[in-house]
């Protein structure tokens, strides 16, 4: 499973797509946003992705939580989501 990474110029829209193909595939996605304008395209990328799955009776669920990566070799926090689908 890889790690979604979201810029602030991502497409929501692709981004959704990519998040119903990875949990199609492997159970659930994950996606990695630093900044808001990066964490504001992965949340609309996740209610996007609810509307795909609605028709076929599912709903997610989405877990935030900080991890700490490096780039550029610097330090910096990041959001990290993980998308599941929902279990009734």
């Given at each position: 499973?890889?790690?979604?990474?979201?810029?602030?110029?991502?497409?929501?829209?692709?981004?959704?797509?990519?998040?119903?193909?990875?949990?199609?595939?492997?159970?659930?996605?994950?996606m990695q946003a630093v900044g808001a304008g990066a964490l504001n395209q992965a949340m609309k990328a996740v209610a996007i992705a609810?509307?795909?799955?609605?028709?076929?009776?599912?709903?997610?669920?989405?877990?935030?939580?900080?991890?700490?990566?490096?780039?550029?070799?610097?330090?910096?926090?990041?959001?990290?989501?993980?998308?599941?689908?929902?279990?009734?």
């Amino acid at each position: 499973m890889s790690i979604l990474k979201v810029s602030s110029k991502s497409n929501p829209n692709s981004l959704a797509g990519a998040l119903v193909i990875e949990m199609k595939d492997n159970g659930k996605a994950e996606m990695q946003a630093v900044g808001a304008g990066a964490l504001n395209q992965a949340m609309k990328a996740v209610a996007i992705a609810r509307g795909f799955i609605a028709p076929k009776g599912k709903d997610l669920t989405c877990s935030p939580a900080f991890a700490d990566i490096f780039i550029e070799g610097e330090s910096r926090t990041a959001m990290r989501l993980v998308v599941e689908n929902k279990m009734l």
